[in-house]
């Protein structure tokens, strides 16, 4: 037996998934996702929302249950509740797949790109600060990587801070000195 102690790697690098649209983020925070949702995504999850509670409605129009009094607005409450989680799942997984590069993302970018700048220059940690060991991070990050689209089966949310996202951070970095060159120069003249 061999007395050689192996290296424990908490970073498995993301899978470059290759899609029409520039990759943003491969696990984005929970928050981010809402944050930069857009109507369009909150349109959708509403649409969706109500889908289930109108149905049943039409149903009850139609084809009358008959359960006497009381008795429909329980299966009313019901399909509210099952139809405000799919519309959220239906919000969430529109807005997610601009992350991933699997839908028109411009906006997203624009934003993503001025809010890590934003936090280069004021000497902020990219994706938040974590109390979690670097091993924990790194397996929050590959249990949650890509989960957006496989949300209609099990909804899993990336709730941690990590810096594993599958993405270059140098360009904001870049991007922070550039925009920083140009306010010196400006102040200078």
């Known amino acids: 037996m061999s007395n050689q102690v192996t290296e424990i790697r908490p970073y498995v690098p993301a899978r470059v998934v290759q899609s029409e649209y520039p990759l943003i983020d491969s696990d984005p925070h929970i928050k981010r996702v809402i944050r930069y949702a857009r109507p369009s995504d909150y349109a959708l999850g509403i649409g969706g929302a109500t889908v289930g509670p109108a149905l049943m409605m039409a149903w009850e129009k139609f084809a009358p249950s008959y359960v006497g009094r009381g008795g429909f ?66 397996m929050a990050a590959r249990n949650s990587r890509y989960s957006g689209l496989f949300i209609h089966v099990m909804p899993w949310f990336n709730f941690v801070n990590h810096n594993l996202h599958g993405v270059d951070t140098a360009k904001y970095y870049q991007q922070a000195e550039r925009e920083m060159e140009a306010e010196r120069v400006k102040e200078a003249k």
């Open 73 to 138: 607005a329980p299966i009313m409450r019901l399909s509210m509740v099952i139809g405000a989680g799919g519309g959220f799942f239906m919000f969430y997984q529109s807005s997610v797949l601009r992350f991933y590069g699997f839908k028109e993302n411009r906006r997203e970018i624009d934003m993503d790109t001025r809010e890590m700048v934003d936090k280069v220059k004021r000497k902020e940690p990219l994706y938040g600060v974590s109390t979690l060991t670097p091993y924990m991070q790194g």
